[in-house]
């Protein structure tokens, strides 16, 4: 089993950067497809972004495309999220999560564990 603890967030300015990284516990890190999620106060949770084990796949969403970028690093067990020209409506917390498949799921209800959350708070 894998648990999951997200950790970077903070409060920062419209143009800033953020890393937000996430470490997993547990041997099995790397068989399981990492992504980042987010959810903003009266709104359902959106997905950000995933990476595949190797990192040969992944997915943005539109909203997040050419700003942020996920990684990982197998080694290390922590997936990671850097976001960059961070925006107002960027705020929400932002959860990582995985799946034990192959291919990146944009959609929250595959995934199998969570993180707790890391707020994201960006003032203009």
């Known amino acids: 089993q894998v648990q999951l603890e997200e950790s970077g967030g903070g409060l920062v300015q419209a143009g800033d950067s953020l890393r937000l990284s996430c470490a997993a516990s547990?041997?099995?890190?790397?068989?399981?497809?990492m992504g980042w999620f987010r959810q903003a106060p009266g709104k359902e949770r959106e997905f950000v972004a995933a990476i595949s084990w190797t990192g040969g796949r992944i997915y943005y969403a539109d909203s997040v495309k050419g700003r942020f970028t996920i990684s990982r690093d197998n080694a290390k067990n922590t997936v990671y999220l850097q976001m960059n020209s961070l925006k107002p409506e960027d705020t929400a917390v932002y959860y990582c999560a995985a799946d034990r498949t192959v291919v990146p799921n944009r959609n929250p209800a595959a995934y199998d564990l969570w993180g707790q959350g890391t707020q994201v708070t960006v003032s203009s």
């Open positions: 547990g041997r099995t890190f790397g068989s399981y497809v």
